[in-house]
């Protein structure tokens, strides 16, 4: 009987910790976005070094120039 409880608990903990691992790698995610922001010069500086045109960004962005 006791053994039963002690394992249901050992669950519970197991349960708790998954939870707060989940929660602090929410938090990290949020820390790297704010740490390395996503801006637009930085985009059409990729899109250039990929070797796109700015017709071609705007053509998948779905914008008539």
């Given amino acids: 009987?006791?053994?039963r409880k002690r394992e249901e608990r050992i669950v519970a903990i197991e349960a708790k910790i998954?939870?707060?691992?989940?929660?602090i790698s929410i938090?990290?995610?949020q820390r790297e976005n704010l740490l390395h922001p996503v801006t637009m010069k930085s985009v059409?500086?990729?899109?250039?070094?990929?070797?796109l045109s700015p017709k071609e960004v705007a053509a998948k962005l779905g914008l008539d120039v």
């Avoid at 998954?18 to 929660?23: V, Y």
């Avoid at 059409?44 to 070797?51: C, P, Q, S, V, Y």
């Fill in 1 to 3: 009987m006791a053994l």
């Fill in 18 to 23: 998954a939870k707060k691992k989940e929660e």
């Fill in 27 to 29: 938090l990290e995610a």
């Fill in 44 to 51: 059409l500086t990729k899109a250039k070094e990929a070797g």
